[in-house]
């Protein structure tokens, strides 16, 4: 129902002379925003039906996305920590601790006692 509805939204923009949104938050009609839902058509080409690409090809004269135009695909688990570790590795090499100076250890206050 909702493909449909937006469909009809921009047809109606097509008749009334206006271009077509490729974006999102571009135009917004009814409640729609009509170029998220283009872009989620022509990125989305492969998952539509035959008679869906037909009458987007045809009627509001869209296709599928270039490969250009595609986002890329979000990182995985395991890209994310090839990039940590890729970063610790690339790190200075860790120092000593620093002593405090006029600090002493207490052996009356260890929980074990002298």
Same mark, same amino acid.
């Given at each position: +129902?909702?493909?449909?509805?937006?469909?009809?939204?921009?047809?109606?923009?097509?008749?009334? !002379?206006?271009?077509?949104? +490729?974006?999102?938050?571009?135009? &917004?009609?009814?409640?729609? @925003? =009509?170029? #998220?839902?283009?872009? %989620?058509?022509?990125?989305?080409? $492969?998952? =539509?039906?035959?008679?869906?690409?037909?009458?987007? $090809?045809?009627?509001?004269?869209? !296709?599928? %996305? @270039? #490969?250009?135009?595609?986002?890329? #695909?979000?990182?995985?688990?395991? @890209?994310?920590? %090839?990039?940590? =570790?890729?970063?610790?590795?690339?790190?200075?090499?860790?120092? $000593?601790?620093?002593?405090?100076?006029?600090? &002493?250890?207490?052996?009356?206050?260890?929980?074990? !006692?002298?």
């Amino acid at each position: +129902m909702v493909w449909q509805r937006s469909y009809r939204l921009c047809r109606k923009l097509i008749e009334d !002379g206006q271009p077509l949104p +490729m974006t999102p938050g571009e135009t &917004t009609v009814q409640g729609e @925003d =009509l170029g #998220a839902w283009v872009q %989620a058509q022509r990125h989305g080409w $492969e998952q =539509l039906l035959p008679a869906q690409a037909w009458v987007l $090809e045809n009627m509001l004269h869209l !296709g599928p %996305a @270039d #490969a250009s135009e595609r986002p890329q #695909a979000p990182r995985t688990q395991a @890209d994310k920590w %090839a990039i940590n =570790l890729r970063a610790a590795g690339s790190s200075t090499p860790a120092r $000593e601790p620093c002593s405090r100076q006029g600090s &002493t250890w207490n052996s009356s206050l260890s929980p074990t !006692g002298p």
